[in-house]
């Protein structure tokens, strides 16, 4: 059974572009999240998603930040015109259900130059 | 808001010894897990060891066990007979379990931990 799956493992990316992210959920988990790990900090809590639902986003910055989970495909965090302060690490998550531990991807680290 | 405050940047170990890593929190939940993750260089994530908190027993998976006081809002974990292995960030978390907050892990600081042979 494949864990979490992100790609790419590394991402760069020039101040202005846009990155995506995409994260593979395990097989059978319908619920997702995003965390950012900012240089020498733990993991901060970015946005919840289930099938074609943002469950709560609380974290997510206000602009620039969008995420989303379609009916078919991965999970994709997408970060329009990226400056230096984005460069991160950024970890899916996923579950089957409330009240299961959550099983984290290895996450993308986005440097942005 | 929950915070997790891990109070040791960085701990060492000799090997085949024993070490406890330091984690409190706050939280106004009343029902909550607590993990322990690890995070070696290649940055994945792996679970350690998971707490409930209505549960007084403390958990235990192999060498890794915790000592949960709930009053204290403690939540230390004592790796015993260290291994190389075991050199990397430990994370703890709180994960709250009502309502929409599912899902929202809160995570200390980290505490780097070597262990020397």
């Known amino acids: 059974n494949a864990g979490v799956m992100q790609n790419p493992r590394h991402l760069v990316r020039r101040r202005g572009q846009e990155a995506r992210l995409r994260c593979s959920p395990m097989?059978?988990?319908?619920?997702v999240y995003w965390y950012r790990q900012l240089p020498e900090e733990g993991l901060k809590f970015m946005v919840y998603?289930?099938?074609?639902?943002?469950?709560?986003e609380s974290g997510m910055p206000k602009e620039r930040f969008s995420a989303e989970f379609p009916k078919e495909g991965p999970s994709i965090l997408r970060i329009q015109q990226v400056v230096r302060g984005d460069s991160a690490a950024y970890f899916c998550a996923s579950s089957p259900g409330r009240h299961s531990p959550l099983h984290f991807g290895n996450g993308t680290r986005l440097t942005v130059t | 808001a929950q915070t997790v405050t891990q109070s040791q940047p960085e701990m060492s170990v000799q090997e085949a010894e024993t070490v406890t890593l330091s984690c409190t929190y706050d939280?106004?939940?009343?029902?909550?897990?607590l993990f322990w993750y690890k995070q070696p260089p290649s940055r994945q994530m792996i679970l350690v060891i998971r707490?409930?908190?209505?549960?007084?027993q403390n958990a235990t998976e192999n060498r890794f066990s915790v000592n949960f006081q709930k009053a204290a809002k403690s939540f230390s974990l004592k790796i015993s007979d260290s291994q190389l292995g075991d050199a990397a960030m430990y994370f703890c978390a709180h994960h709250p379990t009502g309502g929409t907050s599912y899902g929202k892990l809160t995570f200390g600081q980290g505490t780097i931990l070597t262990v020397h042979p």
């Open positions: 998603l289930q099938k074609e639902n943002i469950i709560d």
């Open positions: 939280t106004s939940e009343s029902d909550y897990y």
């Open positions: 097989k059978g988990h319908s619920h």
């Open positions: 707490q409930e908190a209505y549960k007084q």
